[in-house]
């Protein structure tokens, strides 16, 4: 709960919002994001996960969804719609994988849309964000990176069940403001 409200502090996604998520609420990224994210918020979810990227838009719609939680793969899919087809989304999330520069310029091209992408893992939770595939990640509220002598990603994050560094199988490089 306390990862879904530093989420919902984050991206302040408008009370009363509508979610689609075509991850579903069984992985930890769908949890957080399209089900609990949305409760904190005053929000509403849909038990359905869509797969296919015109079921997505369909739901978009109907819903008159403000955020949409997808993956790399979905996203890429999306080529496939019409321009403006996500209309009512306001915020795109992708995670579970890296986006690629290709996928994310063709939605914000054709559906006028910029993904917020999300690092994290099952042991960590979301680590870091990015609004852009070559922007640095920034570390969420709360979590403290480092590198380690072999350049592996070392964090503390409030979300860990040990207060104890956790050390990523990630290698990473520092920039200011966050990591590569």
Excluded at 23 to 44: E, N, W
Aim: proline share 7%; net charge negative.
């Amino acid at each position: 709960l306390g990862e879904a409200q530093n989420i919902v502090t984050t991206f302040a996604p408008r009370r009363g919002a509508s979610f689609v998520a075509t991850v579903p609420g069984h992985h930890i990224y769908g949890l957080l994001f399209s089900v609990l994210a949305p409760l904190l918020c005053g929000g509403a979810f849909l038990r359905e996960t869509p797969l296919h990227a015109e079921t997505v838009a369909r739901l978009v719609r109907d819903h008159r969804a403000a955020v949409l939680v997808s993956t790399p793969i979905h996203l890429r899919s999306f080529a496939v719609l019409d321009g403006g087809a996500l209309g009512p989304v306001e915020r795109l999330f992708s995670s579970a994988a890296p986006l690629s520069a290709e996928t994310a310029a063709t939605l914000v091209e054709r559906q006028g849309l910029r993904p917020t992408e999300i690092f994290g893992s099952t042991e960590t939770g979301g680590v870091a964000w990015r609004e852009d595939t070559a922007a640095p990640w920034r570390p969420f509220e709360g979590v403290a990176i480092e590198s380690t002598g072999d350049d592996h990603l070392r964090l503390r994050s409030p979300f860990l069940p040990s207060r104890e560094a956790y050390t990523c199988a990630d290698r990473v490089e520092l920039v200011e403001g966050g990591f590569r």
